[in-house]
C-alpha cells in the first residue's frame, strides 16, 4: 500500500478451470454494482470492495446468502425521501448550493448471511456538501461465541478524518476471548497503530480495549489503519468459518451473548451525531426507523438453536 492509502490487490487471483470466483470477480469489478460508485473517496471504494471480496472469497457459497434487506432501505435518496423512483440515483440532479434539498444525502446498503453470521452489513453515504460515510458491522448469529466487528470511515472533501475498528466484546465486562484477543494486538503491533481520539460516552459501554480510533495524520497511517482493517476482517471470517456455536444446554452463556448484542444496539442508537444527519435528510421518524431497523438491529428474543 502507498503513502495515498491505496489497498493493494489480492494476490491469490487464480483462474480455476478459467473461471473467476466470487472475491476474484469483486475485485475486477470493485464496487461498479453500486449506484454510489463513484461519488465516494478511493479509500472507502476501496473497503468496500475488498471487504465484499473477503466475505465471498472465505465463506462458503452454500452457506452465504443476500440477507433480506427490505427494499425500502438498499437506497435512500434526500431529493426522493419516499422511495418512489428507483432510478432517482440518475434522473435527479443534484440542486444548487442555497437551493431547496441542498446538501443532498445518497446511502446505499447492501447485506449477506452466513452460517455465523445473522448479518454482515455494508452501507455508503454521500452528502452533497463533502462528507462521506462508510459504515460496517459483522453480526454473528447470538449463538455463536465471537465479537461485533464493527468499523466506520468518516471523510470531508475527500479526506479522512475519523476511523474506527473494533472487535466489540459479547462478555458482561468487555474482555475479549484470548484465543482472540492475542492475535489482534499482534496485529496492531504489525501495522503500528495508536489511537489518537477519545470514544464518546456511548462507545465506551461497547468497545473493546483494543478499540482502535483516531484521526490519520498523514496517507501512511490511513493507508496502515486500512491494512489493519482489512487483516482484522480477515482473522474474523476464518475464525468464524470453523467456529462451533453455543450448545442449546448453555443457555446462560446464550443469554448474556443476547444481552451483549443488545448492549451494542442500544448504545449505537445514542449516537445523537448519525442521528443528527439522518434527521436533517430524512426527517425524525424516518432516521428512528432507519437505525433502528436496519443500522442497529437486534432480536427482542433469544431463540435458543435447535441442538
Not at 37 to 49: D, F, N, R, S, Y
Request: a negative charge; charged letters at 25%.
Amino acid at each position: 500500500m502507498g503513502a495515498s492509502g491505496e489497498l493493494s490487490r489480492p494476490e491469490d487471483l487464480e483462474l480455476p478451470e478459467g473461471r473467476l470466483t466470487w472475491a476474484e470477480a469483486t475485485s475486477i469489478l470493485g464496487m461498479s454494482g453500486w449506484r454510489l460508485h463513484g461519488k465516494l473517496c478511493p479509500e472507502i471504494e476501496e473497503l468496500v470492495t475488498q471487504i465484499e471480496g473477503c466475505w465471498r472469497g472465505v465463506l462458503p457459497e452454500d452457506q452465504f446468502g443476500l440477507y433480506d434487506l427490505p427494499e425500502r432501505y438498499r437506497y435512500l435518496d434526500s431529493l426522493d425521501p419516499e422511495g418512489e423512483d428507483p432510478f432517482a440515483f440518475r434522473s435527479l440532479p443534484d440542486p444548487q448550493k442555497g437551493e431547496p434539498g441542498y446538501p443532498r444525502l445518497q446511502i446505499e446498503n447492501r447485506a449477506y448471511w452466513s452460517r455465523a453470521f445473522r448479518k454482515l452489513h455494508i452501507e455508503v453515504a454521500a452528502r452533497q456538501d463533502g462528507l462521506q460515510v462508510f459504515h460496517c458491522v459483522m453480526y454473528p448469529r447470538v449463538n455463536f461465541d465471537l465479537p461485533i466487528l464493527s468499523m466506520d470511515l468518516v471523510a470531508n472533501q475527500g479526506r479522512v478524518s475519523l476511523a474506527v475498528v473494533d472487535p466489540c466484546p459479547v462478555t458482561p465486562n468487555l474482555e475479549l476471548p484470548p484465543f482472540y484477543e492475542q492475535p489482534v494486538r499482534d496485529l496492531q503491533a504489525r501495522y503500528g497503530l495508536e489511537s489518537n481520539r477519545q470514544a464518546p460516552d456511548w462507545g465506551r459501554e461497547i468497545f473493546s480495549q483494543l478499540c482502535v480510533i483516531m484521526r490519520p495524520q498523514s496517507g501512511d497511517e490511513l493507508g496502515r489503519f486500512l491494512k489493519y482493517t482489512l487483516a482484522l476482517t480477515q482473522m474474523h471470517v476464518q475464525i468464524a468459518k470453523i467456529a462451533h456455536p453455543i450448545g442449546r444446554a448453555q443457555r446462560r452463556r446464550l443469554e448474556l451473548v443476547h444481552a451483549a448484542h443488545r448492549r451494542y444496539c442500544t448504545k449505537q442508537l445514542e449516537n445523537d451525531k448519525t442521528r443528527r444527519v439522518l434527521e436533517a435528510a430524512f426527517g425524525a421518524e424516518l432516521a428512528a426507523a432507519y437505525m433502528r431497523d436496519v443500522m442497529f438491529d437486534c432480536p427482542e428474543q433469544l431463540e435458543l438453536p435447535a441442538s
